[in-house]
């Protein structure tokens, strides 16, 4: 897996993909690229987004994501406030490829 920009996202288990963009949260640079995933508040509060990271690294835009230790520990996260910093795999069952 790269480890430098730009990093690829894989949504399964529709197996669509999206690019993080600089400085957008995984939610936004999906949207940005005809990826819909499950979102609302979009500020990392109310967990509409909350997914499982498969495999991967990501950073928070925020200082506390709506997430306790636990969960964090068991690869949820939220896309709306996270930032990819390694290739992912994370697992979206409802994700949407707008482009079709
Ligand atoms: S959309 Fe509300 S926590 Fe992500």
């Not at 399964?12 to 690019?19: K, N, Q, S, T, V």
């Not at 495999?55 to 406030?81: A, F, M």
Request: aromatic share 4%; net charge negative; proline share 8%.
């Amino acid at each position: 897996m790269s480890s430098t920009p730009p990093f690829s996202i894989l949504v399964e288990p529709a197996g669509l993909h999206f690019e993080q963009r600089p400085g957008l949260s995984l939610l936004q640079s999906a949207l940005a690229q005809g990826i819909r995933l499950p979102n609302s508040c979009r500020n990392g509060a109310c967990r509409t987004c909350m997914c499982k990271l498969v495999s991967g690294n990501v950073d928070y835009q925020i200082e506390w994501p709506g997430l306790t230790r636990e969960e964090k520990q068991e690869g949820w996260i939220l896309p709306c406030v996270a930032e990819a910093r390694s290739d992912l795999v994370i697992e979206v069952p409802d994700a949407v490829d707008l482009k079709k």
